[in-house]
């Protein structure tokens, strides 16, 4: 279906919100757009929408704007909202159902932060926590971004927010169960 939005004329999926709806397991037709999650997210601020917006997206159907959108990589499912929100909707668990359903689509367009998401997971799955120093490394060899949040970079450093020498962790397997887990349950198994 197509709709118009002022000069635009965008297209529409019927099925959109119920698709999300079920992968999300979030209840998000209860949404009244109370804003409430938007004026806690940290991050909204760096968001092309807002979390609400988002929402309010979905309920049209507005599948490619939603899952292009910079909104949904940025989320740092602080569940800041879900705590806040006065209808239980956690929007953490939404956005995390949009991200699969972006990659599954090939519609990201934040390619540098899903990037980061995919390196970040990677090193999370290997070591059972991120080693921040080699964390950045492989993100600038990646992404070929070698000279931007050098100064950012250089007071962590200072701060010994980016340690040399990488920390492991005991359950190392316990985190790797997790990791598999849900890519058996992303494929419909058990
Ligand atoms: S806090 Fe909940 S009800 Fe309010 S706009 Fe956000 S998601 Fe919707
Ligand atoms: S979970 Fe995501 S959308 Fe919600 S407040 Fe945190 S960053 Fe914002």
Redesign the pocket.
């Known amino acids: 279906m197509k709709i118009l939005a002022g000069t635009e004329t965008l297209q529409t999926d019927p099925n959109f919100s119920a698709v999300v709806r079920d992968k999300s397991g979030q209840p998000i037709e209860l949404c009244y757009q109370c804003q409430k999650?938007?004026t806690?997210?940290?991050?909204?601020h760096h968001?092309d929408y807002h979390?609400n917006q988002i929402l309010r997206m979905i309920s049209f159907g507005l599948k490619d704007r939603v899952l292009t959108s910079s909104?949904i990589w940025?989320?740092?499912?602080?569940?800041?909202?879900?705590v806040?929100c006065p209808n239980g909707i956690?929007?953490?668990e939404v956005?995390d159902a949009l991200r699969v359903m972006s990659t599954a689509n090939n519609l990201s367009r934040a390619k540098h932060t899903e990037s980061f998401h995919r390196i970040f997971l990677q090193e999370v799955r290997a070591r059972g926590r991120v080693h921040e120093a080699k964390l950045m490394a492989k993100y600038k060899l990646k992404s070929g971004q070698f000279f931007t949040d050098l100064d950012l970079g250089l007071q962590m450093f200072k701060k010994g927010k980016l340690p040399l020498i990488p920390r492991g962790i005991k359950n190392k397997k316990e985190v790797r169960d997790i990791f598999t887990r849900s890519e058996i349950s992303r494929e419909g198994g058990k």
Do not use: K, Q, Y
Not at 40 to 44: A, I, L
Not at 74 to 82: F, P, V
């Open positions: 999650c938007a806690g997210c940290p991050v909204s968001m979390p909104a940025l989320c740092s499912a602080c569940e800041t909202c879900g806040r956690r929007i953490s956005m």
